[in-house]
């Protein structure tokens, strides 16, 4: 059968994981192909080094990259901003020749998932 | 991450009040093609009589970050010292085929496609080294895009002074509005670099955020 596999993340498990292995899960399958959505998202700083490791993956050849659909952070408190760790939101990141985005609002995302050629 | 430096990057801000320095390091953060080099090249021109780099159509023509030290910068009576680094774009995906589309055949296209990943990952690398960023948007672009989410979100978690740049006003699709809309609570100034357009209130954004 022909398809995409969409992974679903729970909160609870992005929180048992550290940041490395996190990212490690979401190269490895978005380099398979797969499109992984993650309850609670990534920090910000996780979102920088998530496009760094991409850098470091990209082939040229099978693999260019990441297609990321997520909201803004919400802005906390002035001590929560301080002290609190930093919550990510809903995310679904996929490969770039399977997932595009179409329209990105504040609050709404329309994106589409491609099968292969 | 390590507890000490997210400590660093939290608390940072607190010691820079005490400790301030007498020339700021500002980043210049955006996209591919927001018109970075253009903006870098129109501060250096106006403040120094050079230039910092080649600006072009294709996509990721700046692929090694440029550092200008010892910019002054003087607004009424205010003056403003600079070390300005000027970043390759940033990009979620780097796609050589994008490339042949302006003419590069395909050797020269992978080899710019590779120097491109390398530059982004560059640039990620000097946000823990920077005293401010300047980001720039195309005015005629949807500012909702991963890049300029993911740059916003770093500044605020380290505390850093942002100052957006609604850039290439002059095109009649422009619409700043719609990045101050997207960015409520962080200033924007609309200019074009390209064309010197509101650069002078720009240059009082600069000293206002930054001195």
């Given at each position: ?22 990212l490690?899960?979401i ?26 490791m ?22 906390g ?10 919550k990510?939101?809903?995310?679904v ?25 | ?8 990057r ?8 005490f ?36 600006a ?30 000027d970043?390759p774009?940033l ?103 390209l064309?010197?357009l ?14």
């Amino acid at each position: 059968m022909e398809g995409v596999q969409l992974n679903m993340v729970s909160r609870e498990r992005l929180d048992r994981m550290a940041s490395m292995e996190k990212l490690r899960m979401i190269i490895d399958e978005v380099k398979s192909g797969r499109i992984i959505v993650l309850e609670s998202g990534l920090s910000p700083e996780e979102e920088a080094k998530l496009i760094e490791m991409t850098m470091v993956e990209i082939d040229h050849e099978k693999f260019v990259g990441i297609e990321v659909e997520t909201y803004r952070q919400k802005t906390g408190s002035f001590l929560g901003r301080l002290f609190g760790k930093p919550k990510g939101r809903l995310t679904v990141i996929g490969p770039a020749n399977r997932l595009e985005t179409l329209h990105r609002q504040s609050d709404f995302i329309t994106a589409m998932v491609k099968f292969e050629d | 991450m390590g507890l000490i430096l997210r400590l660093k990057r939290r608390f940072g801000f607190i010691f820079k009040w005490f400790f301030k320095k007498d020339k700021m390091r500002i980043g210049i953060y955006g996209p591919p093609n927001a018109g970075k080099t253009t903006l870098a090249n129109r501060i250096l021109r106006d403040w120094t009589g050079d230039i910092m780099g080649s600006a072009s159509e294709v996509p990721h023509e700046t692929r090694r970050s440029r550092l200008r030290e010892g910019v002054r910068i003087e607004v009424d009576g205010k003056s403003l010292d600079l070390d300005i680094i000027d970043t390759p774009g940033l990009a979620t995906k780097i796609d050589f085929h994008e490339f042949l589309k302006y003419g590069l055949d395909e050797t020269e296209a992978k080899r710019r496609a590779k120097e491109a990943t390398e530059g982004v990952i560059e640039a990620i690398k000097w946000l823990d080294d920077l005293d401010g960023i300047l980001l720039v948007m195309d005015s005629a672009d949807d500012p909702f895009t991963q890049v300029n989410v993911t740059v916003v979100g770093n500044i605020e978690a380290r505390n850093l002074p942002l100052l957006i740049v609604a850039n290439k006003i002059d095109l009649p699709a422009a619409s700043p509005a719609r990045i101050k809309s997207a960015f409520p609570q962080h200033p924007v100034v609309p200019i074009s670099a390209l064309k010197g357009l509101n650069i002078d209130s720009l240059y009082k954004s600069l000293a206002d955020r930054f001195g």
